[in-house]
Structures are given as structure tokens and as C-alpha cells.
T-cell receptor, first 114, second 114 residues
Framework: DAGITQSPRHKVTETGTPVTLRCHQTENHRYMYWYRQDPGHGLRLIHYSYGVKDTDKGEVSDGYSVSRSKTEDFLLTLESATSSQTSVYFC?????????????FGEGSWLTVV | AQSVTQLGSHVSVSEGALVLLRCNYSSSVPPYLFWYVQYPNQGLQLLLKYTTGATLVKGINGFEAEFKKSETSFHLTKPSAHMSDAAEYFCAVSDGQGAQKLVFGQGTRLTINP
């Protein structure tokens, strides 16, 4: 398994506050991703990165921003948290593009917005 | 756009019985197909994947899946269920181009009865 660590693993925050989730990978993977998991929806892509400082939007990007200043780190920021952003967030990475390369997932970050 | 439909949000089988989890996909390009398993409070682990070539794919833990283009299906099977197979299973599709932006089904929770 790829060495992907997420922090914090659990967080409770108040509506309107900014929140940053961190993802760190030790495999020198080029691509990194943030997904959210909600009952009945499976996992949905929020943002992804195809290199340092290179990011793009996914399916559910509204209210989220990302940054990647180093190959190994990918940050997800909720600019002003809302209750609808209560979810489990998964970071993932993959070594290169195309050809069905495996995407490896972290353990998840449980976020509750009250 | 690509999409995945998993038939049955919950499946229950007896220990030793056949496991069949259904997945149908929609894709305008040749699909790359994946099955992931998620144990409680953990991240996703790849079970198997189809990229090109042999349509019957064998994965870990005795699971296999068959890609049927004519039926746009990628059903997951295991001949004999074990208690340790209890988990949530996700089918996913990508176009294999650029970053691997997986589109997931909503998931199927598998329960094993003793």
C-alpha cells in the first residue's frame, strides 16, 4: 500500500470557520486526489492535482480549495465550513496517468460541521 | 460522461454461499473498471481492475470479475463467502486518460450470515 497519511483524522468544527485537511504521501506519486464519501453517493471527486502547483476541479468542488506546494503534500481547505460539508474525506494518490493505474487511498478524515 | 450503477445497496449471503455484487457502467470511451473494498473505519483497498486484455479478472481474497462489453457490466463474484468478506464494496470507472479521475457507484454493503 502507498504510504498516505491524513490529518486530522477526526475534527468537529463550527459553521463558518475555515478548515484545512492535510494529506502526505511518501511514494513520490505524481497525482493526488481529494474525495468525499457520503451515504448513497459513494465517493465523489472534489479536486485533484497532476503536479506541484497544478490542480483542477472535480465533480463537487464548490466551497473547497486545494494547494500542492510539494510533491508529497496536498491540502484541502474548506473556506467557510457548512453543515453540508459534514462528510468523510479521503485523500488518494497514483503514480502516473492512464492505463488504469491503481489509485491508493488514505484512511480518511471524519469532519463534522456543527 | 461516465457513470456507475451498483444494483443493491445491501446484499446478505450465508457463509459458504456465492457472492454476487452487480455493477453496470456507462462510458463513451473504452472503460477502465475497478472494484474496491472498504472495511469499517478504513480507507479503500483495491480488489481488482480491468484495463485491457482478458475480460475475466482475478483479484485478492478469492474475488473475480468479468468485463462484459455487450452488457456494460462488471459484476464481482466469489464462490464461497467468508465472514471476513463483510464490508462495503465500490465499483468505479475511469477513462484512463490523464489523471485517473474515478467515478464511483454508490456502494454495496455485504453482510455474511453465519
Amino acid at each position: 500500500d502507498a504510504g498516505i497519511t491524513q490529518s486530522p483524522r477526526h475534527k468537529v468544527t463550527e459553521t463558518g470557520t475555515p478548515v484545512t485537511l492535510r494529506c502526505h504521501q511518501t511514494e513520490n506519486h505524481r497525482y493526488m486526489y481529494w474525495y468525499r464519501q457520503d451515504p448513497g453517493h459513494g465517493l465523489r471527486l472534489i479536486h485533484y492535482s497532476y503536479g506541484v502547483k497544478d490542480t483542477d476541479k472535480g465533480e463537487v468542488s464548490d466551497g473547497y480549495s486545494v494547494s500542492r506546494s510539494k510533491t508529497e503534500d496536498f491540502l484541502l481547505t474548506l473556506e467557510s465550513a457548512t453543515s453540508s460539508q459534514t462528510s468523510v474525506y479521503f485523500c488518494a494518490s497514483s503514480p502516473n496517468s492512464g492505463s488504469g493505474n491503481t489509485i491508493y487511498f488514505g484512511e480518511g478524515s471524519w469532519l463534522t460541521v456543527v | 460522461a461516465q457513470s456507475v450503477t451498483q444494483l443493491g445497496s445491501h446484499v446478505s449471503v450465508s457463509e459458504g454461499a456465492l457472492v454476487l455484487l452487480r455493477c453496470n457502467y456507462s462510458s463513451s470511451v473504452p472503460p477502465y473498471l475497478f472494484w474496491y473494498v472498504q472495511y469499517p473505519n478504513q480507507g479503500l483497498q483495491l480488489l481488482l481492475k480491468y484495463t485491457t486484455g482478458a475480460t475475466l479478472v482475478k483479484g485478492i481474497n478469492g474475488f473475480e470479475a468479468e468485463f462484459k462489453k455487450s452488457e456494460t457490466s462488471f459484476h464481482l463474484t466469489k464462490p464461497s463467502a467468508h465472514m471476513s468478506d463483510a464490508a462495503e464494496y465500490f465499483c468505479a470507472v475511469s477513462d484512463g486518460q490523464g489523471a485517473q479521475k474515478l467515478v464511483f457507484g454508490q456502494g454495496t454493503r455485504l453482510t455474511i450470515n453465519p
